[in-house]
């Protein structure tokens, strides 16, 4: 069937928006740090692909993260949800006219981006997407060492900017991704312009090294 098969709607909340930037910036090369069932990657491989080829890395455990650990059912699921992103590329290549490549790195984000980096793709990507661990610390590293591979001019999507747990003590702020955000930003503003966006992501743009 020439269908896809995605079990939420989280990505249509921000596609909107994606609709304007991709087509404003046309990115050719693309990392993607948690891909889920693929519903952003296949979006991109449909938007993009209509127009030109596209490189595409997509990196994900398939594990689930810390706040899924209690959640058994949910873990048990992971290997499901592994295999509908599979059957949702393999839908998304019937969709394009346009070659493209997609390289899966089924391994945790720190590794992917260290290996990338070591591999000489520095300034090599034109959008990555900031969407694995909501663990302060892990986004902190994907937001540095991935603007490493940004490329000048290239943009930079965070998602669930304003997420946070219901933990029984409330709320923890090193188990949300705003705190490295705002960290990474501030520590950056000389180098990157924030987009003003009215979602749950934020949006830079690199403007030097």
């Known amino acids: 069937m020439n269908e896809y098969k995605f079990s939420n709607s ?26 889920f069932e693929g519903a952003s990657a296949c979006y991109m491989i449909e938007k993009l692909g209509a127009h030109h080829s596209i490189d595409l890395h997509c990196v994900d455990t398939w594990e689930g993260g810390i706040e899924h650990a209690a959640d058994g059912t949910f873990s048990a699921n992971m290997g499901q949800v592994e295999k509908r992103f599979h059957e949702n590329l393999a839908v998304a290549r019937t ?22 980096l070591a591999q000489g793709k520095a300034n090599y990507f034109d959008l990555i997407y900031v969407d694995g661990s909501h663990q302060a610390p892990d986004v902190l590293f994907d937001a540095v060492v991935g603007f490493k591979l940004l490329a000048v001019e290239g943009m930079m999507i965070f ?24 960290a990474f930003v501030n520590l950056n503003f000389r180098k990157l312009r924030v987009l003003n966006e009215p979602t749950n992501q934020f949006y830079v743009v690199k403007t030097s090294d």
Not at 18 to 33: C, G, V
Not at 95 to 116: E, M, Q, W
């Open 10 to 35: 989280w990505f249509q909340v921000a596609k909107p928006v994606w609709d304007r930037l991709l087509t404003d910036f046309r990115p050719t090369k693309i990392l993607e740090i948690g891909s």
């Open 95 to 116: 969709k394009v006219s346009h070659p493209f490549s997609v390289y899966v790195h089924r391994f945790r984000s720190d590794i992917v981006l260290a290996t990338l």
């Open 159 to 182: 998602d669930d900017y304003t997420w946070s747990e219901d933990l029984p003590g409330g709320k923890d702020i090193l188990r949300c991704p705003k705190p490295a955000i705002d």
